[in-house]
């Protein structure tokens, strides 16, 4: 699993949100989301940022290029 996904995966338990939850908030489909969890898809960068946006991090961090 990549740092992003993993990341992701870690923040959304963190707050525990399901992952629809969590594409309802961002205005995308599940399945999309689900991509970007199991590693197999990637997000806009609108959609990048709108995730930081939601969990309160870093672009950065989610991209593994930060710690925090």
């Not at 939850?21 to 609108?46: C, F, H, M, W």
Request: without cysteine; charged residues 20%; positive net charge.
């Amino acid at each position: 699993m990549n740092i992003f996904a993993q990341r992701l995966k870690e923040l959304r338990r963190e707050k525990n949100l399901t992952q629809s939850n969590v594409a309802a908030q961002l205005g995308i489909k599940q399945q999309s989301y689900l991509r970007y969890e199991t590693g197999t898809g990637e997000p806009s960068l609108d959609t990048l940022v709108a995730i930081a946006k939601l969990f309160g991090v870093s672009a950065d961090y989610l991209l593994g290029l930060a710690e925090y």
